[in-house]
């Protein structure tokens, strides 16, 4: 029977390639994002294996709504990719703008939180697997980075998750790269981690044996 995961922020970057990669290993995809043509243009590219579900992971009712669609849609949830994130466009804490980190945090923390609150139950009728992306930046002190610091919740986050997962079978993996070719960033960085290389980081996790319980994998660019 095939499989199923959802992702979150999958429309571009890492969640479109994670979709795509994760299709051509034979799994069916729910990919959930704010950009309706963009994901709906995605869908189309996978063929059957893919579902477009357009929603704010930031807004509850959504978000239920998305994954109750996928459970009806695909029969269920094998795994969850909590991938969607944004960062801020003004640097530091004195110079910050606290209205972009109230957005940044309700994404990057709170939507992590409730994805996972959203699909556990999904994932423990299948002993699932749920995969969060977190950062370099959380696993380093950077200045004034308030990004900085939703991705180190997102390292204690995964772990902690991975310890309550444990206790039915679920597994929880955390994904920090380093700086990644991604539309995060105004300008290309085409020597830097592609977002192919983080989605077979992703496709590997996911297809280790129930022996093999993959807490992190840490990416830096290579070269």
Known sequence: MT???????????????????????????????????????????????????????????????????????FGGLDAVYANAGKGTSTPGIEQGDPD??????????LAVLTTAHATLPHLRKTRGHFVVTGSKAGRDHMKGSVYGATKWFVQGFAGNLAEEMREW?????????????????????????QPDDVANAVVFALSQPRSADVREIHIMPGG
């Open 100 to 109: 972009e980190w109230h957005a940044m945090i309700h994404l990057n923390v």
């Open 3 to 73: 499989k199923t995961l959802l992702i979150t922020g999958a429309s571009t970057g890492i969640g479109a390639a994670t979709a795509r990669a994760a299709a051509q290993a034979g799994w069916n995809v729910a990919l959930l994002a704010r950009s309706k043509d963009t994901l709906a243009d995605l869908a189309g590219d996978i063929g059957e294996q893919a579902l477009a579900l357009p929603c704010d992971v930031t807004t509850r009712d959504e978000l239920d709504e998305a994954v109750a669609q996928a459970v009806e849609h």
């Open 169 to 193: 079978g679920g597994r929880c993996t955390l994904i920090t790269p380093g700086m990644v070719d991604t539309p995060f960033f105004d300008e290309p960085k085409p020597d830097k981690i």
